[in-house]
């Protein structure tokens, strides 16, 4: 069975870092491309950063970029997500997601339906 647990959110004052860790079970690592998605109240899913662990290919959304890095603890079957400089609009519930191997595409951020297994979330509020 596949599960996804997420931690490490909190309560940070906007300028400040958190990382989140997503620990993983229940199936083989390198087969899958695990991501972080947030969801803002009354918002939809946005993709973060995306990983493959079997190429370590990054990809980010441009909200993100320069802030935030996923990587990925094969042994542990951990993925991270470092998050620097955070704002207030980094305020949301992030979420793990994994599904096995797939072509991505240029428009991942906007399709976690692509994302077959996902993690209960973890919260995170910046204050300004």
């Known amino acids: 069975e596949v599960q996804l647990v997420e931690s490490g959110g909190g309560s940070v004052q906007a300028g400040e870092s958190l990382r989140l860790s997503c620990l993983t079970s229940?199936?083989?690592?390198?087969?899958?491309?695990i991501g972080w998605f947030r969801q803002a109240p009354g918002k939809e899913h946005e993709g973060i950063a995306v990983i493959s662990s079997s190429n370590g290919k990054t990809y980010y959304a441009d909200s993100v970029k320069g802030r935030f890095t996923i990587s990925s603890d094969g042994a542990k079957k951990i993925v991270y997500l470092q998050m620097n400089n955070l704002t207030p609009g980094d305020t949301a519930g992030y979420f793990c997601?994994?599904?096995?191997?797939?072509?991505?595409?240029?428009?991942?951020?906007?399709?976690?339906?692509?994302?077959?297994?996902w993690g209960q979330g973890t919260q995170v509020t910046v204050s300004s």
């Open positions: 997601a994994a599904e096995p191997v797939f072509d991505l595409g240029s428009d991942w951020a906007s399709r976690p339906l692509d994302f077959g297994f």
């Open positions: 229940g199936f083989i690592f390198d087969d899958y491309v």
